[in-house]
């Protein structure tokens, strides 16, 4: 794909504008500033040349206004230069590459974020100074990210994300909006989203597709806003659908995300950006007509969205989460567990009583034992979903679960509702029943008075650190360890070598 800085005026002939994301409007005010100065004109003159006001063309100049593709062809007439030399993605000069950094840095939200007062760059100016506030606005950003980065602020943000989503019930009107309108414009409908059709997005946002072997390792796609080409990684992992990461590469651009101010607004990016891929690979109208129909045959299953669609059970599983409530009225809770029990993702409405910290935070947190979330590991048969009815300190909740692996673990993905509701789903009928004493620490998370009397004081074991990072110090004679889990084996052990 050509970038619009390397074409020519005929190219835009019948535009009015020139699109806006293929040029950087601060570049392109100082390239003009440049190329006039050079000319010897004042702001008036110029104005006065091409028949426009002096504080429009000043506008431009600060990179505030959209110029008119009429306006800058007249404009380079008077200058002595293309209209392709205004549009080179370049500063003119390293001064001015250093005034636009710092003119950019004072239109971020980190800038007013701290309350700063908005500096005039001018000509007089010391380049010294220029050089002081950029290097300290980029620090004070590198601060900020590492700062905002903590576990802790990582907890917050996931309780502040997870109480907008239950006051929402996990449904977002103006997203389902968006994902509809490009499905149409591509003229897409019903069934799986082929790779054809996501390639019609990405040339109805006039992006390119390019799938690299030499990304970056920490990422999963690379954006090019200056020559509008997406670069996926070449290498095939099972754990993203190249699908989704192209979805939510031009999800992202459609959104309009920038640089995260904080963990807070990274996660919120991220959710939105993911509700929206989520929302064009299940589109709204055809998956609630098919919910529908499965609810007055009293025949949900989360396993025919995931067939359906072609799509992973999780994302078909965070899918029904959106839709339950708003367009079923089923109130429900979501889970991802890790095989060792920690809660890597939950979501709920139904009054369901997760385990959390003492801020609220689930991440890092063990599951039940008895939850269909922790049993589900038991079952060998990995063709069909589990289902368990579990009662609690706070009701009875039907469950369905799953066990997918991912490149290096096993994760288990349920889906709950309350006993009431659970009538609508396949699997109801199901005679598996538990029972949960939790948040009791007798339920599941203290040894048995036998097990202590074995093992309490004998045992040292090492903890995973990734299972508690995200986590409060958790309880236990070993931050991060299961202790029932770990008594458990070593009497196993012991009567194996008996």
């Known amino acids: 794909m050509t970038s619009l800085a390397g074409s020519d005026a005929s190219a835009w002939q019948d535009a009015e504008t020139i699109p806006q994301a293929s040029i950087d409007p601060v570049i392109l005010g100082y390239r003009l500033r440049h190329f006039r100065t050079a000319a010897s004109l004042t702001l008036d003159e110029l104005a006065e040349k091409v028949g426009a ?231 709204e109208k055809p998956l609630v007509k098919m919910l529908r129909e499965r609810k007055t045959n009293r025949d949900i299953a989360i396993e025919d969205i995931r067939d359906a669609y072609s799509v992973s059970y999780e994302s078909a599983a965070h899918r029904f989460t959106n839709v339950a409530t708003h367009h079923l009225e089923v109130e429900c809770h979501f889970q991802k567990v890790h095989e060792s029990g920690v809660l890597h993702k939950a979501y709920e409405n139904d009054g369901v009583n997760f385990p959390v910290d003492s801020i609220g935070a689930i991440e890092g947190q063990a599951a039940c034992r008895y939850w269909t979330s922790r049993e589900v590991f038991k079952t060998s048969d990995r063709f069909r979903p589990f289902n368990q009815y579990t009662d609690t300190v706070v009701g009875t909740f039907w469950c369905t679960a799953v066990v997918e692996p991912s490149q290096a673990s096993l994760f288990s993905l349920s889906v709950g509702v309350p006993f009431e509701q659970a009538r609508w789903f396949r699997g109801a009928d199901t005679a598996e029943r538990s029972r949960s004493h939790c948040p009791d620490p007798t339920c599941c998370r203290t040894p048995s008075p036998e097990l202590e009397a074995q093992w309490g004081g004998y045992a040292w074991p090492a903890a995973r650190a990734n299972a508690h990072m995200l986590a409060a110090m958790p309880s236990g004679a070993f931050p991060g360890v299961d202790d029932v889990a770990v008594y458990e084996f070593l009497a196993t052990q012991e009567h194996f070598h008996q």
């Open 53 to 283: 006001t002096a504080s429009h063309l000043s506008m431009i100049e600060n990179g505030k206004r959209e110029p008119k593709l009429s306006l800058l062809t007249e404009v380079v007439g008077h200058l002595g230069v293309e209209i392709t030399d205004l549009l080179q993605p370049e500063a003119p000069s390293a001064r001015a590459a250093l005034e636009i950094s710092v003119e950019k840095a004072q239109r971020t939200r980190h800038w007013q974020a701290m309350g700063l007062p908005n500096i005039r760059i001018s000509s007089r100016m010391p380049t010294e100074v220029l050089e002081v506030i950029d290097g300290l606005t980029r620090e004070l950003r590198r601060q900020h990210a590492e700062q905002a980065a903590t576990p802790e602020e990582a907890r917050r943000a996931n309780v502040a994300m997870r109480k907008e989503q239950r006051e929402r019930n996990n449904y977002y009107a103006e997203l389902e909006s968006q994902a509809n309108e490009l499905l149409a414009a591509v003229g897409h409908d019903a069934g799986p989203l082929s790779y054809h059709a996501i390639a019609d997005i990405a040339d109805h946002l006039n992006f390119e597709l390019r799938f690299i072997s030499s990304l970056p390792h920490s990422t999963r796609s690379v954006t090019d806003l200056k020559n509008r080409i997406i670069f996926l990684a070449d290498a095939r992992n099972p754990d993203h659908d190249p699908r989704s990461v192209a979805l939510q590469a031009l999800v992202s651009y459609v959104l309009g995300h920038g640089e995260p101010v904080d963990y807070k607004d990274f996660l919120r990016q991220r959710v939105y950006t993911n509700y929206m891929t989520a929302a064009l690979m299940m589109p």
